[in-house]
T-cell receptor, first 116, second 110 residues
Framework: EAGVVQSPRYKIIEKKQPVAFWCNPISGHNTLYWYRQNLGQGPELLIRYENEEAVDDSQLPKDRFSAERLKGVDSTLKIQPAELGDSAVYLC??????????????FGEGSRLTVL | GDSVTQMEGPVTLSEEAFLTINCTYTATGYPSLFWYVQYPGEGLQLLLKATKADDKGSNKGFEATYRKETTSFHLEKGSVQVSDSAVYFCALYPGDKIIFGKGTRLHILP
């Protein structure tokens, strides 16, 4: 079974430039998460989707960050314009939300962003 | 709000040493508890989990017991190997999202 796929793995941009990250979750997983992991820190939730609906975006900096999950499968996270403080690893994770769910998330390898 | 506190690293041990990484949590309900591991160059992956009080999660020689009375979920291994070198994250799941600790980097010396 294929895991969570993210791209690109690495991205280096100059500040004020836009950047986008893509995530393909595990087939059949209806819940998708975007986390941000700063250097030396644990991942922090940016947004959670159940199918196409963003059910928790309270930690997403909406002035410059946006996300979408068309058709309830793939998702894209965009930053425009990027700032120096956005340098981090952006992690996508998926799971099946429901009565049998115990909270195990399946993570992709992450997209490492460096803003110069 | 719900949170996780784990011991700061890095932790450096010799091969075959005993490992303990402390983790305590704050939660209003009865969350599931997890240890995730991040090996160099790889994504986060679940190491073990416990879904209710007194449950013991175990995997790859690692163990952790859900202690409700002390709100703890300490990770232990009796004899570590060089291949255990990684970053370990304690995490809790109150029902909607995973909340992670800051991570503990473990170095095992041959």
């Amino acid at each position: 079974e294929a895991g969570v796929v993210q791209s690109p793995r690495y991205k280096i941009i100059e500040k004020k430039q836009p950047v986008a990250f893509w995530c393909n979750p595990i087939s059949g997983h209806n819940t998708l998460y975007w986390y941000r992991q700063n250097l030396g820190q644990g991942p922090e939730l940016l947004i959670r989707y159940e199918n196409e609906e963003a059910v928790d975006d309270s930690q997403l900096p909406k002035d410059r960050f946006s996300a979408e999950r068309l058709k309830g499968v793939d998702s894209t996270l965009k930053i425009q314009p990027a700032e120096l403080g956005d340098s981090a690893v952006y992690l996508c994770a998926s799971t099946i939300y429901g009565t049998q769910n115990t909270g195990e998330l399946f993570f992709g390898e992450g997209s490492r962003l460096t803003v110069l | 709000g719900d949170s996780v506190t784990q011991m700061e690293g890095p932790v450096t041990l010799s091969e075959e040493a005993f490992l303990t990484i402390n983790c305590t949590y704050t939660a209003t309900g009865y969350p599931s508890l997890f240890w995730y591991v991040q090996y160099p160059g790889e994504g986060l992956q679940l190491l073990l989990k416990a879904t209710k009080a007194d449950d013991k999660g175990s995997n790859k020689g690692f163990e952790a017991t859900y202690r409700k009375e002390t709100t703890s979920f300490h990770l232990e291994k009796g004899s570590v190997q060089v291949s255990d070198s990684a970053v370990y994250f304690c995490a809790l799941y109150p029902g909607d999202k995973i909340i992670f600790g800051k991570g503990t980097r473990l170095h095992i010396l041959p």
